[in-house]
C-alpha cells in the first residue's frame, strides 16, 4: 500500500518561508509526476507546481508553476525515490492554504494511478 506523507507545514509571517516535504512510502515504481496542490476552505484545490518526468533515469523533467507562485516557490524532486519538496519563500496571506502532495506512477496494467497526501495546513499572517 503506498502512502504519501507530508510535513513541514505551519505558521509564518508574510515575508517568511517555510519548506514542505513529501515522500510516497510503500513504493519502489518511479514517479511520473509529483506536485503540490493548495485548497482553501471551499475553493477547488488547485495546482501549485508540478514535475513531470519522462520515466526515465536521464534528465527529462518538466516543472510547471502557477502563476501565483513563480519567482517565489521551488519544487524539486527524485523521481527514483518518490520525494518531492516546495520551497516556500517570500510567503503571502493568500498562500495560506491546505497544501497537498500528489505522486502519480504507472499500474502494472499500464495505466496511471495518483496517490495524495493527507495535507499540511499553511497560515501565513502577522
Known amino acids: 500500500q503506498v502512502q504519501v506523507v507530508e510535513s513541514g507545514g505551519g505558521l509564518v509571517q508574510p515575508g517568511g518561508s517555510l519548506r514542505l516535504s513529501c515522500a510516497a512510502v510503500?513504493?519502489?515504481?518511479?514517479?511520473?509526476?509529483m506536485g503540490w496542490y493548495r485548497q482553501v476552505s471551499d475553493k477547488e484545490r488547485e495546482l501549485v507546481a508540478l514535475?513531470?518526468?519522462?520515466?526515465?533515469?536521464?534528465?527529462?523533467?518538466?516543472?510547471n508553476y502557477s502563476d501565483s507562485v513563480k519567482g517565489r516557490f521551488t519544487i524539486s524532486g527524485n523521481s527514483g525515490k518518490n520525494t518531492v519538496d516546495l520551497q516556500m519563500n517570500n510567503l503571502k496571506s493568500e498562500d495560506s492554504a491546505v497544501y497537498y502532495c500528489?505522486?502519480?506512477?504507472?499500474?502494472?496494467?499500464?495505466?496511471?494511478?495518483?496517490?495524495w497526501g493527507q495535507g499540511t495546513q499553511v497560515t501565513v499572517s502577522a
Open positions: 500528489m505522486v502519480e506512477q504507472r499500474t502494472v496494467m499500464g495505466g496511471r494511478i495518483s496517490y
Open positions: 510503500g513504493s519502489i515504481v518511479r514517479a511520473l509526476k
Open positions: 514535475i513531470t518526468t519522462d520515466g526515465s533515469i536521464t534528465n527529462g523533467d518538466n516543472i
